[in-house]
């Protein structure tokens, strides 16, 4: 069977239930320290634990609620934000809508609680009666704290975001690099490969004794492949025009060796040759190709390559199974699977309906 590979995603720096906790501690102990450096000489601060039990319970369940409240609603407003307006793309925009929401909806969670303490809890009559001097202080002391409490939260959000993607972007570097190595060693042992060696001098030395211009030629084209390897296998991306050049010298070593046993059909889309793909994905597939098919003159192995009109190149071979043939090490495909995941948001697509296999690469951005 042909190589297919899972990938897991990667993981925030702060479960939102954590944050649900950590954020109303914090909002909780904010409120009372504020309020305190605010007007530490005010009458409530003293005998203050020597209220009512019942009282003071009452008053930490009150604030505790209010807030989990504002807690709540701003990691919704940070996650609902996240999937439209991301940090990465629009830092300026996304900073300022997050603070004016945050900033109303704290001013509008104070109005609301005010106009509700005022009719539930002080009677209806209460509320058309204009606040005192002493109320309204409190209540811009409140919107103060509130406000404070918000950015505080905002400000954790940032910090917490910013480092989720600093952590996840050093794994990101440091499975490309890991990749990258992969795909030279994978590239060193097709160099060093005594079998691939000896077949390719052993077809090109029959082929001088028969023709000295097919000999040169398959010379020619033998040290393009092992320029092309020892040139672009460090690189992340590479056009598909090269690729392509790449896949001609290629096929040529293997239409050298296999004869009739293979067949090779390219259509590709001029305008799509600055597209980018990375090295060594059409090498790795037709080498996969070959890998698990029968070469046989009688009913040759078809591999095309060709662009579509969603921007994809396939590369499609019928299925022509080798029997009693070895566990696949998986590493081929899987390879191209690891570089794209982390090369952009694009996924690759392998379809196999017992007839084809097909691999749909997603041809990057031009150059």
């Not at 909806?105 to 106009?115: G, K, M, P, R, T």
């Amino acid at each position: 069977m042909q190589d297919i590979a899972i990938y897991k995603n990667d993981k925030t720096l702060i479960s939102t239930n954590k944050k649900r906790l950590i954020f109303t501690f914090l909002s909780f102990l904010l409120i009372y320290l504020v309020a305190y450096i605010i007007d530490p000489f005010s009458s409530c601060w003293d005998g203050y634990f020597k209220r009512n039990m019942f009282e003071i319970i009452g008053e930490w369940t009150f604030t505790i609620i209010y807030s989990f409240i504002i807690s709540e609603f701003s990691i919704i407003v940070h996650d609902k934000l996240n999937k439209f307006l991301t940090w990465k793309d629009s830092p300026t925009e996304r900073l300022l809508l997050e603070t004016v929401i945050n900033l109303f909806a704290v001013l509008f969670i104070n109005l609301l609680l005010e106009y509700l303490i005022s009719k539930y809890y002080f009677g209806p009559q209460n509320v058309t009666i204009a606040p005192s001097l002493e109320e309204k202080r409190g209540m811009i002391q409140n919107i103060t704290i509130s406000v404070l409490i918000a950015l505080m939260i905002m400000g954790i959000n940032i910090g917490s975001h910013l480092i989720t993607n600093w952590k996840n972007e050093s794994m990101r570097a440091a499975k490309l690099d890991q990749v990258i190595l992969e795909t030279e060693l994978q590239s060193l042992k097709l160099q060093i490969d005594p079998h691939f060696v000896f077949n390719n001098l052993s077809v090109l030395s029959e082929i001088i004794l028969e023709d000295q211009q097919l000999g040169y030629e398959y010379a020619e084209n033998f040290s393009k492949i092992y320029r092309y390897l020892l040139v672009n296998s460090k690189k992340d991306i590479i056009s598909l025009e090269e690729e392509l050049n790449f896949l001609n010298s290629y096929i040529f070593l293997i239409k050298n060796r296999f004869g009739d046993g293979v067949n090779f059909e390219i259509n590709v889309n001029p305008a799509k040759r600055n597209c980018q793909l990375p090295p060594l994905t059409l090498q790795l597939l037709v080498e996969n190709a070959l890998k698990h098919n029968q070469t046989n003159k009688r009913k040759p192995l078809k591999i095309k390559v060709y662009t579509n009109s969603q921007n994809q190149l396939v590369v499609e071979n019928i299925l022509i199974p080798i029997e009693n043939v070895s566990e696949s090490s998986g590493i081929g495909i899987s390879n191209i699977i690891k570089r794209y995941d982390l090369l952009s948001n694009l996924k690759l697509q392998i379809k196999n309906d017992g007839k084809t296999f097909n691999v749909i690469l997603p041809l990057l951005a031009q150059a």
